[in-house]
């Protein structure tokens, strides 16, 4: 078991700036992979960004060359840095780790970009 909290969510205007922080109860080398997602109102939640290990990350192709996850092992954050942001990044972000077949998620942390 492992306890996420995120952080950072907020309202911003299009073109800003936020980061979301993802806090582990636990060590983030106990995991296999993790990744930030969303969910849009009335939307499925989809991946945004995703690491396997050290240096590799995936991206929806709709936040490419915008959004950058990272990971601090010391402080077992994962975080995500999100710029020239849109108002369809609108949505609910949750972290989530995997190790296995087992995903564990967060509570979600709101962001809204407006126009």
């Known amino acids: 078991q492992v306890q996420l909290v995120e952080s950072g969510g907020g309202l911003v205007q299009s073109g800003g700036s936020l980061r979301l922080s993802c806090a582990a109860s636990r060590s983030l080398f106990s995991f296999t992979g993790m990744g930030w997602y969303r969910q849009a109102p009335g939307k499925q939640r989809e991946s945004v960004a995703i690491?396997?290990?050290?240096?590799?990350?995936n991206y929806a192709d709709s936040v490419k060359g915008r959004f950058t996850i990272s990971r601090d092992n010391v402080k077992n954050t994962v975080y995500l840095q999100m710029n020239s942001l849109k108002p369809e990044d609108t949505a609910v972000y949750y972290c989530?780790?995997?190790?296995?077949?087992?995903?564990?998620w967060g509570q979600g942390t709101q962001v809204t970009v407006s126009s």
């Open positions: 690491t396997r290990s050290v240096g590799t990350a």
């Open positions: 989530a780790v995997h190790r296995g077949s087992d995903t564990y």
